[in-house]
């Protein structure tokens, strides 16, 4: 199938009919369908499909006479709710496409060439981030990750048994790490930083970024009928927080945005007795981003006091600065003829993977500069040059 038959196949799949987002969560029905598909294209190109003990997905071309570890390509198939059609899925079909254009041109790899299709990766479900490479690589432990739950209190291990995985197999697999040599992740642009006449460009490195989870306790009770002195009301010290969360951003240079908030019992005539929120920070250096949470948690604290309800804070997940390896990134830019190179604000299972073998990262143009929302977009064109770049360097890196 050609990308663009690749693609349409995927566009509908988890797509809300109203608003054109997609919500494509970790081991729903949406999701499965998107990993059938993997399997069903993988399958139809005569690559080995394997999945491991996290959840993870790769297909495999081993090329006749091909040695040494593989050179590693693909995404993510996973959105954030309402996400848009692009973020992960664009370069699974890219990757499929690539490996299309290098059989057709008679291509012969000296080394294995894998795509993958990470599992969790926005962490829309479970909460943790780019979840299927941090178990892959050690970065999370399989003890905490097996008590991680959704919004309905399912447990990740529940899940993952229910889904044919053994959840006391999960964590990081040595062996299939020594297969890989490198890992080249191809994604839309999360941002409009790519010129008219630069349809790809090359990531420099990962901004710090994290998530932390404000916990709020008080005491719930009758909406008209407790004075406003004897209330103990959660609400007012969350909403204290947002402000602070901006506030500390302006004044340290990073982002902070409360994206998700759970209120108990989010009732219209109830006083709340909890509110739990999700604070993302992200900056350009990992000690501004950790003093804009700290004021955040200072701020949250006092406005808890003063209204007389508890707050506790849990970090979820964090990712320092991540520099992608310089040869690597070189050598991708150089062969895209000097593409341009530029960081990243957003989190990817590249940066996750970097810290075990050298990564670097493709960005396709996105016109709207809009990700994570129904606009998020990418020309065709523009996707196919993405394809044929791709196809370059994989050609290069994988030629032995």
Known sequence: MSFTEMWEALLPIGRDAESGGYHRFAWTPAELECRDWFRDEALRRDLAVEGDANGNLFAWWYPEGARGPAVLTGSHLDSVPGGGAYDGPLGIVSAFAAIDLLRERGARPGRPIGVAAFAEEEGARFGVACLGSRLLTGAIGPERARGLRDRDGLPLASVLAANGLDPERIGEDPGLLSRIGCFIELHVEQGRALREDRPVGVASAIVPHGRWRFGFAGEGNHAGTTLLADRRDPMLPFAEMVQAARRAAVR?????????????????????????????????????????????????????REHGVTVDLAEESYTPVVGFDTALRDRVAGVLGGAPVLPT??????????????????????????SHAPAEHAEPDDCLAGVEALAAVLDDVAAG
């Open 252 to 304: 340290h240079g990073t982002l902070a945005t409360v994206g998700r908030v759970e209120v108990v019992p989010n009732g219209v005539n109830a006083i709340p007795s909890a509110v739990t929120a999700w604070l993302d920070a992200r900056g350009p250096a990992d000690e501004s981003v950790r003093a804009t949470v700290a004021e955040v948690r200072e701020e949250a604290r006092r406005a808890a």
């Open 345 to 370: 604000g957003a989190g990817h299972d590249a940066g996750i993977l970097a810290a075990r073998m050298p990564t670097a990262m493709l960005f396709v143009r996105n016109p709207t500069g809009v």
